[in-house]
């Protein structure tokens, strides 16, 4: 949508197609294993990576060999409460959505999620110059 001039700037998470875009990283975000709430690890403090190696995970948008791909985020919910399998999620999902048949885990060795600011390369706009000159001074002072 910021391609096709829809959408003049927006936040966005990786995975993203970059080509046509100028991104500016703001913040990482840690992630949180999403697992069923009567899952094996669904009880514990905190997890490593090496945890949920043998899981079956859940991927959007570029799925590995053994990941199960869905499209949005209600498919993610369905998907780990049926126990299809298992995703990391950024600490936000897992303070704004809660569920009886869903769980967070902590993952501290888990690659930080980032969020970036997204909007199209060739377009010179003052509005958009001044978003990006004012969330890049809010990333800046949270720091």
Request: hydrophobic share 45%.
């Amino acid at each position: 949508m910021i391609l096709d001039g829809t959408v003049d700037i927006a936040y966005v998470r990786r995975p993203v197609r970059d080509q046509g875009l100028r991104l500016l990283p703001l913040y990482g975000e840690a992630r949180v294993a999403m697992l069923p709430a009567d899952h094996r690890l669904a009880g514990k403090q905190e997890l490593c990576l090496a945890d949920l190696v043998d899981e079956p995970r859940l991927s959007y948008a570029h799925p590995g060999p053994d990941d199960l791909p869905i499209r949005t985020i209600e498919e993610k919910f369905e998907c780990v409460a049926s126990g299809a399998g298992i995703t990391l999620v950024p600490e936000s999902v897992a303070l704004q959505y809660s569920r009886p048949d869903i769980t967070y885990v902590p993952v501290p060795d888990a690659e930080p999620d980032e969020v970036l600011l997204a909007w199209e390369a060739r377009r010179r706009s003052p509005l958009i110059a001044g978003f990006v000159t004012a969330a890049r001074a809010q990333a800046e002072a949270a720091g």
